[in-house]
């Protein structure tokens, strides 16, 4: 759906999407080529796995505006795709019911919340689970001791304040990252907080390589910079 709606504005740049009143009047889902993977196991073994891929269209309708777009989805797909339920879990984990919507936009509150809220502590993932009275956020960092505080009272301050955003009750689970250097989200905010403090991003990076080279688990590390 973003990426649909990201198409259309690139098409449309003169029109506002408030104004515009879009909705999806049509969507098409169509068959796609076939991802093969080998998954390792035991004794030199390997599984197969193969995952079906999709191919969407999306009919977007207008109701201020005459016209009918109809934009194609962007074919980039995220590669945690294809490693769930594989050698990575799902970040949110509930049942959706009648007001699944809600609940997607309560967790990406609750994510935006704890990275700005937690900047300094080196936040990698946000794990959501619900019950259906209890939320349940694991908080998996390289720095737990800024989230727990002295004697606990940041990580309380930080469970009433979820408190208040969700309506239910929180519970905090934090997680320890004990090697930050293998973690690639927190390698690139590392690079990113040393580029924002005047330091020369080729030193950060060798930095970075230098400092990541002393594991023996890391086989590659690629660096892609993006101008915002």
Sequence with gaps: MLSAIANW????????IEEAGLYVKSICVDSAGMLKRLRPAPQGRAHRIRKRSNHVTLELGSK??????????????????NRLGIIRGWESNWYGGNDYGDKI???DKIRKYVNA????????RV????????????ITTA??????GKGGQEVDKLKEELNKITGKE?????FEIKRPELDAKLVAASVARQIENRISYKRAIKMAISCCNENELLKELKFKFQVV
Excluded at 117 to 124: D, P, T
Excluded at 127 to 138: D, F, Q
Excluded at 170 to 174: A, E
């Design 9 to 16: 504005q690139a098409k449309n740049e003169d029109a506002s």
């Design 64 to 81: 201020n505006l005459k016209q009918i777009i109809e934009v194609e989805m962007g074919q980039k797909t995220n590669p945690i795709g």
């Design 105 to 107: 936009a309560e967790d």
């Design 117 to 124: 809220r937690l900047f300094k502590a080196s936040v990698s």
């Design 127 to 138: 794990i959501i689970e619900r019950t259906l009275k209890l939320v349940t956020v694991t």
């Design 143 to 148: 720095r737990p001791g800024i989230i727990i």
């Design 170 to 174: 929180v519970q905090i689970n934090i």
